[in-house]
């Protein structure tokens, strides 16, 4: 079936620790997105990428790190920089076509910091 | 700037109530495009509906309809009949334009529907 695939589901990580989120796609989507959901806040924009090797600090890219080096993948490292760095993670693709084009989410990711 | 409201932050109803999940929304551009996603318990966003800024009909999809007006910036959602399986969170988006090459969202804070049986 066609989709996006994060892992892993839940993620604990000792303050100071870099952490990678995982993010996978098979729906041939140019375009890939990180977004962050805290409660009350609705979800806010980290980083995306148009294109293999392109991507773009979204609204909150800082203490955020990601690379593009396959279509499928566009894995986000949140490193030790990120100073509140619990949440819930979304991971979205959509075609290059414009504004006009919807976006698949994964299922997230919820990260906290013990 | 563009942004998204949606001043309702919980509702609840019961089964078989009709229920109207307000958004207002901000934005400079003229060619713009609003969403509907829900979000389950179980975490992904499900795409509902999209919208583009020149087509202001209403459209009925099932026990779901949405009300398009340009002049209050308004897209509201509406749940007739609604069931259990209803209860979710449910955000509005708008597509930001720049350069038109990516769709950038700009989300909503969010209405959670609990529908009780």
């Known amino acids: 079936d066609g989709g996006i695939t994060q892992s892993p589901k839940y993620l604990f990580r000792k303050e100071g620790q870099n952490v990678t989120l995982s993010c996978e796609q098979n729906?041939?989507?140019?375009?890939m997105y990180w977004y962050r959901q805290d409660p009350g806040q609705g979800l806010r924009l980290i980083y995306y990428s148009q294109i293999v090797n392109d991507f773009q600090k979204g609204d909150i890219a800082e203490g955020y790190s990601v690379s593009r080096e396959k279509k499928e993948s566009f894995p986000l490292t949140v490193t030790s920089a990120q100073k509140n760095p619990t949440a819930f993670y979304l991971c979205?693709?959509?075609?290059?076509?414009?504004?006009?084009?919807?976006?698949?989410f994964g299922q997230g990711t919820r990260l906290t910091v013990v | 700037a563009q942004k998204v409201t949606q001043a309702q932050t919980e509702i609840s109803v019961v089964e078989k109530e009709d229920v109207t999940l307000d958004c207002v929304y901000e934005t400079r551009d003229t060619t713009y495009y609003l969403f509907w996603y829900k979000q389950p318990p179980s975490g992904e966003l499900v795409f509902l509906i999209r919208r583009n800024s020149f087509d202001e009909q209403n459209e009925i999809s099932g026990r779901y309809s949405w009300n398009f007006q340009k002049s209050t910036s308004s897209f509201n959602f509406t749940i007739t009949a609604s069931q259990v399986v209803d209860s979710a969170v449910y955000f509005c988006a708008l597509s930001e334009a720049e350069g038109g090459a990516t769709n950038k969202l700009i989300f909503g804070t969010g209405t959670l529907l609990a529908v009780q049986p």
């Open positions: 729906l041939n989507h140019d375009a």
């Open positions: 979205a693709s959509s075609t290059r076509g414009g504004v006009n084009t919807e976006a698949f």
